[in-house]
């Protein structure tokens, strides 16, 4: 039980090794999420974040360590069971880049989220609450889900989890390909979600701003290992290893004054001296057409130098 009185539902990692072939990709990581919680997993790429969720999910086993999963009250070992069985349990993942089936349509995806014993008995109440909580799916029930948008894509898979009547969340990166207004709306719906159908969330993120805005608390992974376990949103906002990440990330903190830069270099009569200079602005160039906000930089009439 938790302190509401509810059953309690929730996720314990202790001491976990997984590994690639020889490679160890994660080691002797601890964590864990209480009832009700939504628990951010801070890391740049290629630091683990994914390896840990497909191993709580039995798609990677991992070669030591224990994961324990309170489900209504009930403790499961899932170490050892298969994906089947711990997505029975009541654990959804929404998977990194969404993973829909793109020449289905939006209604059929949602179907195959529901797979789940206890889940088909729930199908109708489940539909109809994903589509009262992302309308614009309702409205597009019948279009493929390959030609929605990156944002529509990201809540149908948002929604596809929500089909299997989960009681524990993982959600990996859902910022990943969206641009900044997309992310910030995403981050939103999840803590709309999380509070509505009283989910406990493990969110794996590299956009440490907008994970922050609704983990109540979280963890920085870090070439497998956990780097630091901040108590609070704000002990994670006041960390220097947040506070390096964040300032060394690759999204333009100011996009204004990046498209002042880039604009300098196309108008520059000289190619720029240092090589990769190209290479720069055209991504500089892919960011800031991702970015919100439209600087004033581009409306300016000035040729460009080809
Ligand atoms: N199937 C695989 N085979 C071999 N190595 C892998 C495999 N999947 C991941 N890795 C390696 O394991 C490490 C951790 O990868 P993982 O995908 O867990 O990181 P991540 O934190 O999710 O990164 P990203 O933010 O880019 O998604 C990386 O070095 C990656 O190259
Ligand atoms: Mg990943």
Redesign the pocket.
Known sequence: MDSNGSKANNLTIERLDAA??A?R?IEGVSLNVRSGETVALL??????????MKCVMGIVPPIAGRIVAEIDGVAHDLVGRTTEEIVDLGIALVP?GRRLFPRLTVEENLLLGAFRKKARAEIDANRAFCFECFPRLAERRAQLAGSMSGGEQQMLALARALMQSPRILLI??PSVGLAPVLVARTIEKIKELKERYKLTVLM?E?NFPQALRIADRGYV?VH?QIAFEGRSAEELNNNDLIKKFFATSSWPSNPGHDVERLWSYLRSPQPPARSGGATVASVWLLRLSASATKPAAFTSSTNVRT
Do not use: F
């Not at 890391?43 to 840990?52: E, R, V």
């Open positions: 690639y072939g490679v990709v890391g740049t790429n290629g630091n683990g974040k994914s390896t840990l990194e990996d990166e794996a590299q992974i497998g």
